[in-house]
């Protein structure tokens, strides 16, 4: 069974740029959520997506967005890139999430660096 | 609120000693489950355990075992014996939208 993939798995951007990040989840799952990495902040929660609709949001400003397709597979998009959006980007795919018991698995994430 | 804390932010031991990561989780919720996550340098969280807060029996597996006291909210991960292999950060997460910060384990040869 296939795990979650996520591409690029390394970027760079200059500040100012948007950059789209993409996940496909495990098959059958039909929930992806979106995290953002930083030695300063830890794991942050973005959002998630469950069957086409956002089911959660984190504490993150109207320049991160993301989208889910009918095939469960996720973008998540950064537009006006700061310096401080470097980060270990990661996706993580279950079944319903942790609310329901079910464990979420992560890829292996997209390194965004900007300059 | 909920909260969840992962007091140690690093931990560094010699090969062969015992570790124990703690996390505690304070919540209103009478049920809930708990997860606790590996990361080695690669990146990629690797699932370990889940436990509901309905079971406070101790498990262990292998080198692995965790106490899980609802009355303390506390979720404690130990590892025996533990290996170079074993460096990694380990986070618990009770949601998927409420990681802990995280314990750095480094385990020195």
């Known amino acids: 069974k296939a795990g979650v993939t996520q591409t690029p798995r390394y970027l760079i951007k200059t500040r100012g740029q948007q950059v789209t990040l993409s996940c496909s989840p495990i098959?059958?799952?039909?929930?992806v959520s979106w995290y953002q990495q930083t030695p300063g902040q830890g794991l942050q929660f973005l959002f998630e997506?469950?069957?086409?609709?956002?089911?959660n949001k984190g504490n993150f400003p109207g320049r991160f967005s993301g989208r889910q397709f009918s095939n469960s597979r996720s973008e998540m998009n950064v537009s006006t890139l700061e310096l401080g959006d470097s980060a270990l980007y990661l996706c993580?795919?279950?079944?319903?999430?942790?609310?329901?018991?079910?464990?979420?698995?992560f890829g292996e994430g997209s390194w965004l660096t900007v300059v | 609120a909920q909260k969840v804390t992962q007091a140690q932010t690093e931990i560094s031991v010699v090969e062969k000693e015992d570790v124990t990561l703690d996390c505690v989780y304070e919540?209103?919720?009478?049920?809930?489950?708990l997860f606790w996550y590996k990361q080695p340098p690669s990146g990629e969280l690797v699932f370990l355990i889940r436990?509901?807060?309905?079971?406070?029996q101790n498990e262990i597996s292998g080198r692995y075992s965790w106490n899980f006291q609802k009355s303390t909210s506390s979720f404690n991960f130990t590892i025996t014996a533990s290996q170079v292999v074993d460096s990694a950060v380990y986070f618990c997460?009770?949601?998927?939208?409420?990681f802990g910060t995280g314990t750095l384990l480094a385990v020195q040869p």
């Open positions: 993580a795919s279950s079944s319903d999430g942790h609310r329901s018991g079910n464990t979420i698995y």
């Open positions: 098959s059958g799952h039909r929930s």
């Open positions: 997506y469950f069957s086409e609709t956002q089911r």
């Open positions: 919540t209103r919720d009478t049920t809930y489950y």
């Open positions: 436990r509901n807060s309905f079971d406070e």
């Open positions: 997460a009770p949601r998927e939208v409420i």
